[in-house]
């Protein structure tokens, strides 16, 4: 995955950027009522890694491996419906004793396992933050003055 942002500062390997979040309507001229809000862009400011040395106001490209952002977005996806899943038989087995109805008792242990899958998914984004590989890197700076900033580039 390729981005386009704009640099704020840097210092020790790392440089402060401005990125340009926009949804796929933001470039669509038309008012529909599927985009909504969406035709709105929204800025973003992310430390990046810098290998390469920019200089605060020049225009550079992020990368990521395409790789890491699935597997993420699976994990952010999946283990919520999981564990409402998971909770439901759990909750039939270990609470039907105490429950006489086994649909109370499902309901029950997917009522606790929600919430438990939060505390899966914020140990997830503790692992993940300290890993380089899910974080983007500058790969190169853009030396062409004339592109709009507002582009945004796709793998």
């Known amino acids: 995955m390729k981005e386009f942002a ?4 840097n210092e020790n390997n ?9 949804s796929a309507c933001s470039k669509c001229n038309k008012q529909c009522l599927l985009g909504e809000q969406s035709h709105e ?26 790789r890491p952002i699935l597997f993420a977005s699976m994990i952010v996806y999946l283990v919520p419906i999981i ?4 909770g439901y038989f759990a909750g039939i087995s270990l609470f ?3 429950i006489v109805n086994e649909e109370i008792a499902g309901i029950l242990g997917s009522v ?15 692992k993940a933050s300290s890993n380089n590989r899910y974080h983007p890197k500058i790969t190169e700076i853009v030396k062409d003055d004339t592109l709009n900033f507002n582009e945004q580039c796709e793998v």
């Open 41 to 66: 862009i929204e800025e973003m400011e992310v430390l990046v890694d810098d290998p390469i040395g920019v200089k605060p106001g020049e225009t550079v490209i992020l990368e990521m491996e395409a």
């Open 96 to 98: 039907f004793g105490f």
């Open 6 to 9: 704009k640099v704020l500062k």
């Open 112 to 126: 606790v396992s929600f919430p438990l899958s939060f505390l899966i998914l914020r140990l997830f984004d503790l």
């Open 83 to 86: 564990a409402l899943i998971m």
């Open 14 to 22: 790392k440089s402060l950027v401005r990125i340009e979040r926009a």
